[in-house]
């Protein structure tokens, strides 16, 4: 990735300039649009299409979907060669990579997309310098899942998630574990790196980037070299996972992993996996605000954060409609109807509320969760600047290093920080 975007940069030089016909509603157009996830996704997405080319029979879309990886991979390639698709899905992650070297256009300067009802902090999520380079699908909270059912046989009491520390969890942990022995495990570490790291920044009014969006840390050495800290206590004081679990873990199958095959008592997801995780495991599932320092929930670090966003090229022929068809994807309800919750809340208000109805108990308790924490969550992490789509990779490397003790949380929070700055500098 670090090599291909480059290429990006390096192809684009300065911001391209859209050609863009306005032609949404006349002339035949071809837009590509580009996604990833699985094969359920893929087909939710493709039946929306054919409603939405049923009613513009003047659009074509050609749809281009793989795995994650294979949908970055491929978009550093297309971009760098100037053949990007018009309409594209982006992370947190990725949306700056793209965003901030002009391979995006700016969404406020289109007037077919609707943000009416999108909150504002959604909105600056997926804005840089003042441009909007992504409109939030959904939004989500980064927390803790206890399987509810393992807790019941442990004869241990779920945690109040209002009040209770990190002592808490190790103890909590800890006990479960201890209580039903054999190859069950307290906790995970949090295998999504970067945001459980983000989450500990939170708590310490700290954040990964500097909020201001520029390509600098947001955060002392000494804070990241804590978290690695509260990693050995999980492996150590919590019952975690031994490092062999960790890497076996991280290279496995999703539905395979501790935490899904009743293996694990607590794991670090996002909110809208609380469905498929109880689809795979079988068990039942209760969502928790994170623990935090001092048991206030004013500290507890937990953010909602667009899970998902939707972008189009700088360099699409068809701004207009694209701008058409992103509109319908973000706005329309039969899109929120069909997609629920499996890629978050949706961000926009009146969405939220036409979901309700359609959902089972599992779905409404997440978009419950959500609503009902948004007050709470006070931290807000910064946008993901250009060169940072490598972070999560060296974040979940340096984890390993102090998990199998080649690394000691100092020298690792010095070295990944160091790694860090490197990949921003360069962009």
């Not at 901030?100 to 600056?124: V, Y």
């Not at 496995?252 to 694990?264: C, D, I, K």
């Amino acid at each position: 990735m670090i090599g291909a975007t480059g290429a990006v940069a390096l192809a684009l030089g300065v911001t391209a300039c859209s050609t863009g016909s306005g032609d949404a509603g006349s002339e035949d157009v071809t837009l590509r649009v580009a996604w990833w996830g699985s094969q359920e996704r893929h087909d939710n997405f493709l039946s929306l299409i054919d409603e939405y080319e049923a009613e513009n029979p003047n659009v074509t879309i050609e749809a281009e979907y793989s795995d994650s990886g294979g949908h970055w991979d491929r978009l550093a390639t297309t971009t760098a060669g100037g053949d990007a698709p018009d309409v594209i899905a982006f992370d947190k992650e990725h949306l700056f990579q793209y965003g901030g070297r002009g391979a995006l256009l700016d969404l406020s300067t289109l007037d077919a997309i609707d943000t009416s009802a999108f909150p504002e902090a959604s909105i600056e999520q997926g804005s840089l310098d003042g441009e909007l380079y992504g409109l939030p699908f959904s939004q989500n909270a980064y927390t803790v899942v206890a399987n509810e059912d393992l807790f019941a046989q442990a004869g241990v009491e779920l945690p109040d998630d209002s009040t209770w520390t990190w002592d808490d969890f190790y103890e909590i942990s800890n006990d479960v574990a201890a209580n039903l022995g054999g190859d069950v495990r307290g906790s995970d570490y949090g295998e999504a790196g970067n945001a459980t790291l983000e989450m500990w920044l939170g708590q310490h009014g700290e954040s990964l980037f500097a909020a201001d969006g520029s390509a600098e840390i947001g955060y002392d050495v000494d804070t990241a070299a804590a978290w690695f800290e509260h990693l050995e206590h999980i492996r150590d004081a919590a019952s975690g996972p031994s490092p062999d679990e960790f890497i076996e873990e991280m290279s496995g199958v999703f539905e395979e992993g501790r935490f899904l095959t009743n293996r694990s008592a607590l794991a670090f997801y996002y909110a809208s996996q609380l469905p498929a995780l109880e689809t795979a495991s079988g068990s039942t599932m209760a969502l928790l605000r994170p623990p935090s320092p001092s048991g206030s929930v004013d500290d507890n670090g937990l953010a909602h954060i667009p899970s998902w966003f939707w972008g189009i090229s700088s360099r699409t022929e068809h701004a207009d409609a694209a701008a058409d068809l992103v509109d319908f994807l973000s706005n329309d309800p039969r899109v929120a109807e069909t997609m629920l919750v499996s890629l978050g809340v949706p961000a926009s208000t009146a969405n939220q509320e036409v979901i309700l109805p359609e959902l089972d108990a599992t779905g409404q308790e997440v978009v419950e969760f959500v609503s009902e924490t948004g007050p709470e969550a006070t931290f807000v992490p910064p946008p993901s600047p250009p060169g940072s789509g490598s972070v999560g990779d060296s974040v979940i490397r340096y984890m390993e290093e102090v998990l199998f003790d080649r690394l000691e949380p100092a020298d690792a929070a010095a070295q990944m920080t160091a790694e860090i700055e490197d990949q921003l500098a360069r962009g």
